[in-house]
């Protein structure tokens, strides 16, 4: 996999091909909606093992993590077929990355993928800027509103449901 070996920009769009094996698949032979966040994180963890910001997250201890996901599946991916992956980044500010990830077959995404991920160094996020700077990412950017909004609740949403499971406990 020659492409393991080249190095990539924090911001450069890479794509993997793939195909709908079996095992990725439910009853009725489409990928199962567990396998595409499977595919999100195997080509995150490709463009983290392709940039130097590894050598940045590793010599300081941290640990990169998911932060919020959202996918928006719009067609099935059958079995046996090829699909493209495609990883894209959003933008960055002090605290998150963003991505988009696309599958795409036969020129049509069949379904998308929102994320963002920041990395951790005992249990406490820390700043992302600083990696990134002594990467040479230096530009301060902002994640468009759009994708702002889709993760704007996220924090309300997980503390009313830690609310009423502490009520029914």
């Known amino acids: 996999m020659k492409d393991f070996q080249s190095e990539v920009n924090y911001n450069q769009t890479i ?15 489409v990928m199962t909606a567990a396998k595409y966040p499977v595919y999100m994180d195997f080509i995150r963890c490709k463009l983290i093992a392709r940039f130097k910001l ?25 079995v046996w077929s090829k699909f493209d992956v495609i990883l894209e980044f959003a933008e960055m500010d002090d605290k998150w990355v963003y991505h988009m990830h696309y599958f795409k077959q036969e020129k049509e995404i069949k379904a998308l993928g929102v994320v963002r991920t920041l990395v951790w160094k005992k249990s406490i996020p820390t700043a992302l800027s600083n990696s990134m700077e002594e990467v040479g990412a230096t530009e301060k950017t902002k994640a468009p509103n759009w994708v702002l909004k889709l993760f704007e609740d996220d924090k309300d949403i997980i503390a009313n449901a830690n609310k009423k499971f502490w009520l029914s406990a």
Do not use: M, N
């Open 15 to 29: 794509k993997r091909t793939l195909r709908v094996g079996p095992f990725d698949c439910d009853g009725l032979r």
């Open 54 to 78: 590894y050598r940045a997250i590793v010599k300081r201890k941290l640990a990169p993590s998911l932060g919020s996901q959202k996918l928006i599946y719009r067609k099935p991916l059958k």
